[in-house]
């Protein structure tokens, strides 16, 4: 490996990796893979995530209520995850937004706890984390009435088509691609991933969900898998996977303001 990978959005505190940790990340590190981002989408799972950042200078820290647990907000835990957001080692607030396609929880209350998100967030200066389901008309409604045309923001885990990321494009916002960039019958994310900028893409495995191909029947899916899916990119796009996995590393730095 000559070059360093970036996961920049994994799940180290759910069961499926948590208790092996140590292996995870001593496991990327072997496949290239020098940095990832944990995301702790509820309450319980921020302080541990915080834990992990401590103990493992790899990891970074993402922190957010997902819309999936948006009906079991409770009081002040969103003024806790504010103070959340101002720790040492969280570089974004996310993944928050909105899912039509499971509605775990109700619309309504989805959308109210999103937008709380976005006014509690907003004198942080973090990049945003976007989880967006079945739910694209509404999310980026929300961003833009909450002022953030033209300020990072990251479609994570993206699925949709070219027209669906030059949209994003236009407002400034960017798009993640994972594992299921390799899958067959991802040719709307195919596309998109062909025409995205080189010096806006990034990659996330999003474990330990959606192992990518040649891997998709091992679970769960880790950090370390996040090199077939450049690998998959950089034949998709006519690159080399040295410079892809280049660009894209120096990109997540840049984004999550990692590097001056």
Known sequence: MTVALFDTHCHLTFDDLYPGRR?????????????????ACVPSEWEPALALRNEFPAVWVAA????????????????????????????AAGEMGLDYHYDFSPRQVQQSVFEQQLELTADTGLPLVIHCRKAHDDVVRLLEQ???????????????????????????WWVSFSGILTFKKARDAQAACAETPVDQI???????????????????????????????????RGETFDSLAAASTANALRFFRLVK
């Open 23 to 39: 292996q995870v990340i001593a496991d990327a590190a072997a496949a290239g893979v020098t940095r990832m981002i944990t995301v």
């Open 64 to 91: 957010s209520v997902h819309p999936h647990e948006a009906g079991k907000v409770g009081p002040g835990d969103l003024d806790e995850l504010a103070r959340i957001w101002r720790r040492p080692g969280v570089v």
């Open 146 to 172: 909450h002022g953030y045309r033209g300020k990072p923001v990251v479609f994570h885990c993206f699925g949709g088509g070219s027209e669906e990321a030059a949209e994003l494009r236009s407002r400034g």
């Open 202 to 236: 990034l990659f996330e495995t999003d474990a330990p969900y959606l192992s990518p191909e040649p891997v998709r029947s091992k679970r769960p899916n880790e950090p370390a898998f996040v090199a077939h899916t450049v690998r998959f990119a950089a034949q998709l």
